[in-house]
């Protein structure tokens, strides 16, 4: 979120945050970064060198007037939807929900969280209100992810700790090519050794 609601001491320890989790990248991963505020801006898209991804993080400022949420969401989806074969996470940093116009509902949104399969987790800064606050919790459960409040002094402790929930989670995909007959059927999944 790079509107001007978010102060710049939350916005410096986040991208410091942000800098250490690129560093901290296995070799499988993909690490994407997209700013909204009046508009959508795709930041890195995951082909950038480490000295282009320190720079773009560095430039960013918070010095837009509205937060295109929604917009922004849509993005999302879009960018980690582009990358196959990969488990779609997305850790949102702001303080609050759409302020700005757009063409889509909440229930729009929510519809393209769930069929996109993009667990959003999110770093609420601690001077957002508890109306937007809950506003946001709601949004973020529906995508089943999670959401921590931070402080400027607390952002890295805030996503290490989101990134170590989200990396002890595993995600089942299942397909049938069993013909719907209306019948129960039992499943078994069995694990091999991790």
Known sequence: ?????IPARYLDSAKAAIQKAYDDLRPQDKFSVITFGDKVNVVLDGCQTADQVAEKIAAIQCTDNNTCFYDAMKALVSTASAQKNM?????IISDGIEDAQTAMSQEDLEKTLREGGVAVYAMAVDTTSN???????????V???ELL???????????DSL????DEIWRLTLTSTAAAD?????????????
């Open 182 to 194: 209306g019948n129960q059927r039992t499943l078994a999944v069995s694990f091999g050794t991790l």
């Open 163 to 166: 990134l170590k929930h989200i």
């Open 131 to 141: 109306a937007n606050l809950d506003a946001f919790r709601g949004f973020v459960n």
């Open 1 to 5: 979120d790079v509107s001007r609601s």
């Open 149 to 159: 409040t931070f402080n400027s002094d607390s952002a890295q402790t805030a996503l």
């Open 143 to 145: 995508s089943g992810g």
């Open 87 to 91: 488990r779609h996470v997305a850790v």
